[in-house]
């Protein structure tokens, strides 16, 4: 499952030191002026699961997989970005392929780091991020409507679903507030998509804090936590800065260093769960002696569709789902365990899969 999440922001907010802490690489260069990031840097992310390492002690397995999601760094966009200013059409185009969105803003002052609007202003910037995905979002819109009227006059009804859907789209955008707000039918979800709108994906604000703040927040990122709850997205607070020295860190120099911040874990931590949160994902599990590994899933996929993931023949020829609840699983040391206290189900094609099910598929090749 190849989900990615863009990394979008003004120039020197923090977004390519975020990207490189996430990729615990130097991929993006960080640097104190605009567009020093030009090509979108995709980064593969681990997405940290304590659950798989308790699994995998119990075999023990070999070889520890855990899931991934791909972070994308898009070059930070400036007003005017949706007629070109900057570099942004370019820029634009490539938040189309991402599944979801995360709006770094700046939540920290320094006199060092420029700021390209003059001021340091975190909804300010928010606001001027999503006018250009708006505006954006509207022009491509205003283009289909004539074909789409034209198509949907001779009766056919991919036109007349997809017209409807533009324009309640344009009743959003006109009015000032992004496509994700329109409802959206389950029947009418693919062709939702099929429109690739910017201000449609579901969007994580992330609060970029001076170092003192990142275990608590400040003013600043209080204010944009507000303004996700009243916009509807996720939220979370982060330290770009210490989490790039966190990401250089071998893992008893990391948990030392967390001590001494005040955290429990590193943000990115939060940051990826929040990502999973925000695109409806949850995770189960394989276990055996080679590997223990796990699967990302959408949340109320089905046994089949869970079997799908690992092959499509699994799903094809699924006949059961040998599953075991993780708590139950660890509790009674494994399988046999499970089974002797009737923790062990055969689970049909009806099954919807929980988080954390320790699942094993049995189907005809």
């Not at 996430?22 to 980064?43: D, K, R, S, V």
């Not at 992310?45 to 699994?55: C, G, H, I, S």
């Not at 020295?245 to 429990?264: H, K, S, V």
């Not at 943000?267 to 189960?284: C, F, S, V």
Request: aromatic share 6%; net charge negative; charged share 25%.
């Amino acid at each position: 499952m190849a989900l990615k999440v863009a990394i979008v922001g003004l120039p020197n907010v923090g977004k390519s030191t975020l990207f490189n802490a996430l990729t615990q690489t130097a991929a993006a260069q960080a640097a104190n002026y605009p567009f020093c990031t030009i090509e979108p840097n995709t980064g593969d992310v681990a997405v940290p699961e304590p659950r798989l390492d308790a699994l995998a002690a119990i075999i023990p397995s070999k070889e520890i997989i855990p899931s991934r999601i791909n972070f994308v760094d898009i070059a930070g966009l400036v007003r005017g970005a949706s007629k070109g200013e900057g570099l942004g059409n370019q820029f634009l185009a490539n938040i189309r392929d991402c599944d979801a969105v995360a709006f770094v803003t700046r939540c920290f002052i320094d006199d060092d780091i420029t700021h390209v609007e003059g001021k340091v202003d975190p909804l300010a910037d928010l606001e001027t991020i999503e006018t250009e995905l708006m505006l954006a979002d509207l022009e491509s819109l205003d283009k289909r409507v004539t074909n789409l009227e034209k198509r949907a006059k001779t009766g056919d009804k991919d036109s007349v679903q997809t017209l409807r859907l533009v324009q309640a789209a344009l009743v959003e955008l006109n009015a000032g507030r992004p496509a994700r707000t329109v409802k959206v039918d389950v029947e009418d979800e693919k062709a939702w998509r099929m429109l690739q709108l910017l201000t449609s994906k579901p969007a994580l604000y992330v609060s970029n804090v001076d170092e003192a703040s990142a275990a608590d927040g400040n003013d600043m990122s209080r204010s944009v936590a507000e303004r996700a709850a009243r916009d509807g997205a996720d939220h979370v607070a982060i330290s770009a800065q210490i989490e790039s020295e966190i990401a250089m860190l071998d893992p008893e120099e990391r948990a030392e260093f967390l001590e001494t911040l005040g955290l429990t874990e590193p943000g990115l931590n939060k940051l990826i769960r929040e990502a999973y949160h925000l695109l409806g994902l949850q995770t189960y599990f394989t276990v055996g002696p080679k590997e223990a590994r796990a699967w990302t899933i959408h949340k109320g996929d089905t046994a089949p569709q869970a079997a799908g993931v690992i092959h499509t023949d699994f799903e094809k020829g699924f006949i059961r789902a040998e599953t075991i609840a993780f708590d139950d699983y660890v509790r009674l040391k494994g399988e046999a365990g499970a089974r002797e206290a009737g923790k062990f189900r055969q689970e049909g094609k009806e099954y919807v899969v929980q988080d954390g099910d320790v699942l094993n598929f049995r189907f005809n090749v």
